[in-house]
Nanobody
Framework: QRHVVQSGGGSVQAGGSLRLSCTAAGDVFNPYCMGWFRQAPGKERHWVGA???????TDADSVKGRFTVYQGNAKNTLYLHMPSLKPEDTGYYYC??????????????????WGQGTQVTVSA
């Protein structure tokens, strides 16, 4: 059964770094899209970055140049490296995957499988 496993996260001080990991499991095929999303307290969930079926990695303007989304050697893994964290990066981070070849990497509505989420807390 397809599912998503996340790890990483935690609490750091501003300027610290964290890395989140995501693995898509339960299928012999790799997902076409894998993405990271975050939801700040009291706010809507927003896309952070993703990889699509053509192995293109894109990220949101809010984290561009600061966070790095990348895949491991295994195409069912996705990582989010977050250096120089700021208090406004605090939130719940989710990994999502989809196996539909027509998935749109930045569209959270197009993802069918979601990880359990992980809390990232950045203190000033």
């Amino acid at each position: 059964q397809r599912h998503v496993v996340q790890s990483g996260g935690g609490s750091v001080q501003a300027g610290g770094s964290l890395r989140l990991s995501c693995t898509a499991a339960g299928d012999v095929f790799n997902p076409y899209c894998m993405g990271w999303f975050r939801q700040a307290p009291g706010k809507e969930r927003h896309w952070v970055g993703a990889v699509d079926g053509d192995d293109r990695i894109t990220d949101a303007d809010s984290v561009k140049g600061r966070f790095t989304v990348y895949q491991g050697n295994a195409k069912n893994t996705l990582y989010l490296h977050m250096p120089s964290l700021k208090p406004e990066d605090t939130g719940y981070y989710y990994c999502a995957v989809d196996y539909n070849w027509a998935c749109v990497a930045s569209n959270d509505g197009g993802y069918k499988y979601w990880g359990q989420g992980t809390q990232v807390t950045v203190s000033a």
